[in-house]
């Protein structure tokens, strides 16, 4: 859609890039709310279903992540070929079937299938591939970090507005709600959002794209880091909810007052990482210390048994290293991916995301069932410190 002189050209936004920025960073925030929204509550409700267990409620908080991470290749590669609206339409449409699913559940395992079927509507990676179809290089950065920030937004939210949700209208209805929102942004993208040609030459070079990718060493870091970051996000949450009723004493409906406090707070320490990770030659330096924030944040959660302060210390320094990877990382490929078949390489960076949430979901489930929370705790320092070490030499395109 962009075209080679405009390519060339640097500046400021274009309105038509403004327009596609904001609309794909709403309609993203809007998905990833609906899928956001009870990972701060599940393992409390969980018991209510048959046949439920701290294993199964981890797989259910999962699954999503493994049907999303085998259909982001397919829907992205079919979407250079057939274009991208039609693609995230259908997505859609059968992650508010799922969302249907899930509501209607008595037990664990229909819960478990409607989540799988949530993320069989997998359209991450075609979103971030019709949002660089509109974007000039020189911007794409920019334009991909509004997709992070939107995405950290929604995860902001939903866990403020998780618990107050369940307590209301319990899961059934949140998982009513999910669907509500996949259907409201269906208008909303067919109106607002140009629909860019399909050209022969996206359609030829799908697959040589998607196989740089694969080959790639700064991308396949990449993938690695965000299956890494999803893991140990949904692998903590398995267990948190619970930490925070049984140990801290907190009712689950006022869970969402204690992640609004700190959500709020960590605000103070991202907006000066994501700046300086805008500048080319601080991004990588930026990643590295929100890591370590990340492992901090686990060794201070092993100690916060004793301390209900020291318990929301670490919950800020955790939400300072999250928010700052969820707005940075998607820049930082946008940096490295090649030109060609857009949405097959972005295919494999959303398919790595989400298998990390799957593993952290059965990851977390079963040591929590075997060893405790702090297992969990112990374990998500360790791969924290792994990523930091073998995930983080990277080179990136100007």
Known sequence: MVTATEQVKAGPFTGLERRVSITLGAIMGLRMLGLFLILPVFTLYADELYGASALLAGVALGIYGLTQALMQIPFGVLSDRIGRKPVIIVGL?????????????????????????????????????????????????????????????????????????????????????????????????????????????????????????????????????????????????????????????????????????????????????????????????????????????????CLSSASFWLLLLALWVFFVGFNTLEATLPALVSRAAPAAGRGGALGVYSASQFLGAFCGGVLGGTLATFTGPNGVFLVVAALALCWLMLGTRLQLRE
Do not use: N
């Open 93 to 301: 449409l059968i992650f508010a079937a799922g969302s249907l699913v899930a509501a209607g559940a008595e037990t664990i395992f229909g819960v478990i299938a409607g989540r799988a079927l949530q993320g069989a509507g997998a359209i991450a990676a075609v979103l971030s591939a019709l949002l660089a179809d509109f974007t000039r290089p020189a911007q794409r950065a920019k334009a991909m970090a509004i997709l992070g920030v939107s995405i950290g937004g929604a995860f902001g939210v939903a866990i403020v507005a998780g618990p107050v949700l369940a307590a209301w209208i319990g899961l059934p209805g949140i998982f009513l709600l999910t669907a509500a929102l996949a259907l409201v942004v269906v208008p909303v993208l067919w109106l607002l959002v140009p629909t860019p040609p399909v050209t022969s030459v996206a359609s030829e070079s799908a697959t040589t794209g998607l196989r740089e990718a694969l080959r790639d060493p700064t991308l396949l870091r990449l993938d690695g880091g965000i299956f890494t970051l999803h893991l140990i996000l949904t692998a903590l949450f398995v267990v948190l909810p619970l930490i925070l009723r049984d140990v801290a004493g907190v009712e689950p409906a006022r869970h969402g007052l204690v992640y609004l406090g700190v959500m709020a707070a960590s605000v103070v320490g991202m907006v000066p990482l994501v700046m300086r990770a805008a500048q080319a030659a601080q991004a990588v330096a930026v990643l590295r210390v929100a890591i370590v924030l990340l492992a901090l944040a686990a060794v201070l959660l």
